[in-house]
């Protein structure tokens, strides 16, 4: 059964102190892994899509790797306002049969 | 450039009635998805409409439907509300349909509430 895992479901930490969010992942056909950041009360907020194992993106203080097994999301040196829900989605099959499978994310809170 | 809309943010309904919810998505974006998201579940795919068309369905009951019309706004609707129906409802909007990348814009969401 295609499932996504992510870990830890939350997470505290002090400004500054850096960490790693994990998303695994057992899927079939995989098309691409994507993480999103959603503050309460609102949607999810695009960050990366990675496509294959090796694969790293950066934006800030957010990198996304990717193995054939799992993502990290590591933050370095994080803000207050970096507080947020880190959302995992995994995208298996093509087309029609395409869907796009979501893990119930980690909950980061960084204290100033 | 104007980000995805919903309408209503909020709603209370009755169990038994039924709801319509409205998206507009990003001028441009053809591709329409909407989400069910709650605390236990998380994200929950419904459904996904390109082109006026249906192109993917998630595994929900027939009470949950959609459409989409030729502007590329959609709507929901859930007819004989549930008690578990109580959720955000989340719309999304992507360039096209059947690209590799899933990119997607998300709305605000609906917050549906059902006594």
């Known amino acids: 059964e295609d499932q996504v895992t992510q870990s830890p479901e939350a997470l505290r930490l002090q400004e500054g102190e850096s960490s790693s969010l994990n998303c695994s992942y057992t899927?079939?056909?995989?098309?691409?892994l994507f993480w999103y950041r959603q503050d309460p009360g609102k949607g999810p907020e695009f960050l990366f899509t990675?496509?294959?194992?090796?694969e790293e993106k950066e934006k800030e203080r957010l990198k996304a790797t990717l193995t054939k097994k799992e993502s990290f999301l590591h933050i370095t040196a994080p803000k207050p306002e970096d507080s947020a829900t880190y959302l995992c989605?995994?995208?298996?099959?093509?087309?029609?049969?395409?869907?796009?499978?979501w893990g119930l994310g980690t909950s980061l809170a960084v204290n100033p | 450039k104007a980000g995805v809309t919903q309408t209503p943010r909020y709603l209370i309904k009755t169990r038994g009635q039924q709801v319509t919810l409205s998206c507009s998505p990003i001028?441009?974006?053809?591709?329409v998805s909407w989400y069910q998201q709650t605390p236990g579940q998380g994200l929950q795919f419904l459904f996904e409409?390109?082109?006026?068309?249906?192109?993917n369905k998630g595994n929900f009951p027939g009470r949950f439907s959609g459409r989409q019309f030729s502007n590329s706004r959609s709507e929901m609707n859930v007819s004989t509300l549930e008690l578990g129906d109580s959720a955000l409802y989340l719309c999304?909007?992507?360039?096209?349909?059947?690209?590799?990348?899933?990119?997607?814009?998300f709305g605000p969401g609906t917050r549906l509430t059902v006594t």
């Open positions: 409409y390109f082109s006026e068309t249906q192109r």
């Open positions: 999304a909007s992507s360039l096209a349909w059947g690209l590799l990348s899933y990119e997607q814009y």
């Open positions: 990675l496509y294959s194992a090796g």
């Open positions: 001028s441009g974006h053809r591709s």
């Open positions: 989605a995994v995208q298996a099959g093509a087309g029609n049969n395409r869907k796009l499978i």
């Open positions: 899927v079939s056909g995989l098309r691409g």
